[in-house]
């Protein structure tokens, strides 16, 4: 199993911007998994935001945030991002990122294997 640690979230207002990062473990390579990031607002299931194939080619995208986060990875540094922009009080959530057993992406939390602590991220004026 996987060790990862995000890192990146916070309080900002609405339409403004953060960059969360989720990093392996030393030791621990990602290029070979599909990363997700997932989010869990309180009294709400936890819903896929995003994924990214091993390599990069593939992404995917909930409709509620397209056009405004961008999913990247960087196998080199065993880190994957998510930019998101423009962001609204909707997107309060604690955000998770995951690696899934398959190097292509799906949407199923059961198909993702490791999983970080999460961060908060909170927009609010």
């Known amino acids: 199993q996987l060790q990862l640690v995000e890192s990146g979230g916070g309080l900002v207002q609405p339409g403004e911007s953060l960059r969360l990062s989720c990093a392996a473990a030393?030791?621990?390579?990602?290029?070979?998994?599909?990363m997700g990031w997932f989010r869990q607002a309180p009294g709400k299931e936890r819903e896929v935001v995003s994924c990214?194939?091993?390599?990069?080619?593939?992404?995917n995208y909930a409709d509620s945030v397209k056009g405004r986060f961008t999913i990247s990875r960087d196998n080199a540094k065993n880190t994957v991002y998510l930019q998101m922009n423009s962001l609204k009080p909707e997107d309060t959530a604690v955000y998770y990122c995951?690696?899934?057993?398959?190097?292509?992406?799906?949407?199923?939390?059961?198909?993702?294997?490791?999983w970080g602590q999460g961060t908060q991220v909170t927009v609010s004026s």
């Open positions: 995951a690696a899934s057993q398959f190097p292509w992406c799906t949407d199923v939390p059961i198909d993702f294997g490791s």
């Open positions: 030393s030791g621990s390579t990602l290029d070979e998994h599909a």
């Open positions: 990214v194939s091993s390599k990069g080619g593939n992404t």
